[in-house]
């Protein structure tokens, strides 16, 4: 290797050769109160999920959902303001005007809401995994068809 590549190991040859090894300038930034505070990191996926804190709530009586993200504008709630936070007292349904005990959870904004309760219908059909339903379908045309060919030995 060159001389040039290679940085010197000894500060006496550093000296001698004239160069000025690289210093880096490190400026402290002064915190003024006038700069707003950084927010905490937004939390994951999971940590949604476990904290009721973010969890939406839907009124069962005429759909409208209450976001803590969102707050209510007309009810003058800031966003933020999880559920839990409201006074049960003074909230009404913006829409109905229900009270809170007509709210249900329906979990972050993440999860899709009633996908859960939608897996017991149809037969339990929905809580099949696709190759499983490929052999119900392919398999009852196959069935299907058999009977189909059947049908020509009754003569």
Do not use: W
Request: proline letters at 8%; aromatic letters at 10%.
């Amino acid at each position: 290797m060159s001389d040039e590549t290679q940085p010197p190991q000894d500060p006496a040859i550093e000296a001698d050769s004239g160069l000025e090894p690289p210093t880096a300038k490190i400026e402290i930034a002064e915190e003024t109160s006038d700069e707003p505070k950084a927010r905490a990191p937004e939390k994951t996926l999971a940590e949604q999920a476990t904290d009721p804190l973010t969890h939406r709530f839907e009124c069962r009586s005429c759909g409208f959902v209450y976001d803590p993200e969102e707050g209510v504008k007309k009810l003058q709630i800031e966003s933020g303001t999880a559920f839990q936070q409201l006074d049960a007292m003074v909230f009404r349904c913006p829409v109905c005007r229900s009270r809170v005990g007509a709210f249900r959870d329906i979990g972050p904004r993440s999860k899709a809401s009633g996908f859960e309760e939608n897996l017991d219908f149809g037969f339990g059909v929905n809580r099949l995994t696709p190759g499983q339903k490929n052999v119900l379908i392919f398999g009852g045309l196959a069935l299907g068809f058999g009977f189909f060919l059947s049908l020509y030995s009754l003569r």
